[in-house]
T-cell receptor, first 116, second 111 residues
Framework: EAGVTQFPSHSVIEKGQTVTLRCDPI?????LYWYRRVMGKEIKFLLHFVKESKQDESGMPNNRFLAERTGGTYSTLKVQPAELEDSGVYFCASSQESWQAPYEQYFGPGTRLTVT | GQNIDQPTEMTATEGAIVQINCTYQTSGFNGLFWYQQHAGEAPTFLSY????GLEEKGRFSSFLSRSKGYSYLLLKELQMKDSASYLCAVRFSGGYNKLIFGAGTRLAVHP
């Protein structure tokens, strides 16, 4: 079974440009999460989709970040315009979930974003 | 805030046992996860505790005390490949399913 995949693995862009990150969750996982880790800090939650709906977007830093999950399969995270402080590693995770048994979140390898 | 605290770095010897501690605020606790992350790779799930006590999985065990807001990950018979970062993450009720992570503990295993 394929794991969570993310594209690209690395991206270097200039301040003010736009970048779109993609995440393909494990097939059948309705729950999809975005997290990011900026240099020297802990991994922080950005948002959570259940199928195509945003369940929790409390971690999105500002309106320069836009996440979508049309059709409830893959998700994209767009940063427009990018700022220097957006540099970091963006992780995607997916999980099966039920009220009875919360399952672990499976993480992708991350996209390393560098804004210069 | 919902701070998750764990030591920044630890070192240990191959074949030995190491314990990595994690503390968190107790209010609204709804489960604790341990993940292993090698440099440049995805965090991989190690264990999940929601009730007090010890969960054992081969060489790895995880303990939880909800009243103390405390967990530890115990790694036995250390191998060189265990050199990695170990992440403690807590799920809080009312936060849907998002995980709050500690900064991670970098473990270096020496021969």
């Amino acid at each position: 079974e394929a794991g969570v995949t993310q594209f690209p693995s690395h991206s270097v862009i200039e301040k003010g440009q736009t970048v779109t990150l993609r995440c393909d969750p494990i097939s059948g996982h309705d729950n999809l999460y975005w997290y990011r880790r900026v240099m020297g800090k802990e991994i922080k939650f950005l948002l959570h989709f259940v199928k195509e709906s945003k369940q929790d977007e409390s971690g999105m830093p500002n309106n320069r970040f836009l996440a979508e999950r049309t059709g409830g399969t893959y998700s994209t995270l767009k940063v427009q315009p990018a700022e220097l402080e957006d540099s970091g590693v963006y992780f995607c995770a997916s999980s099966q979930e039920s009220w009875q048994a919360p399952y672990e979140q499976y993480f992708g390898p991350g996209t390393r974003l560098t804004v210069t | 805030g919902q701070n998750i605290d764990q030591p920044t770095e630890m070192t240990a010897t191959e074949g030995a046992i190491v314990q990595i501690n994690c503390t968190y605020q107790t209010s609204g606790f709804n489960g604790l996860f341990w993940y292993q992350q090698h440099a440049g790779e995805a965090p991989t799930f190690l264990s999940y505790n929601v009730l007090d006590g010890l969960e054992e999985k081969g060489r790895f065990s995880s303990f939880l005390s909800r009243s103390k807001g405390y967990s530890y990950l115990l790694l036995k018979e250390l191998q060189m490949k265990d050199s990695a970062s170990y992440l403690c993450a807590v799920r809080f009720s009312g936060g849907y399913n998002k995980l709050i992570f500690g900064a991670g503990t970098r473990l270096a295993v020496h021969p």
